[in-house]
């Protein structure tokens, strides 16, 4: 029997995991504005079905993430600050992949 909810943010939050995870290793200047582009727009998404499934608190969370991962005016963090922060969103990204949730139709 089905499950009664689809978790639409999971396969955008997981990708973007992944892309956190592997960050430290893509080190050079085309590479890192891959994972620039990748993090801000799969934030903007997961954010999306957090707006969809009424899960509001998870807003402002994806919105700051874009924000700080923004390829088009970044940010100038660098050294631990950075180093830290990629894992950090790398497990918010797989935390609300699996909790955001909808009902089927």
Do not use: C, E, H
């Amino acid at each position: 029997m089905p499950t009664p909810y689809q978790r639409n943010a999971f396969a955008p939050g997981a990708l973007a995991a992944a892309t956190l995870f592997l960050a430290p290793v893509l080190t050079g200047a085309d590479r890192a504005m891959i994972v620039l582009f990748l993090t801000s727009i799969l934030a903007m998404i997961v954010g999306w079905f957090a707006v969809q499934a009424g899960r509001w608190w998870w807003v402002p969370v994806f919105a700051s993430i874009a924000v700080v991962w923004n390829p088009i005016l970044p940010l100038s963090l660098a050294g631990p600050v950075w180093g830290a922060a990629q894992p950090v969103a790398a497990v918010i990204f797989l935390v609300a992949g699996a909790t955001i949730k909808v009902r089927r139709s």
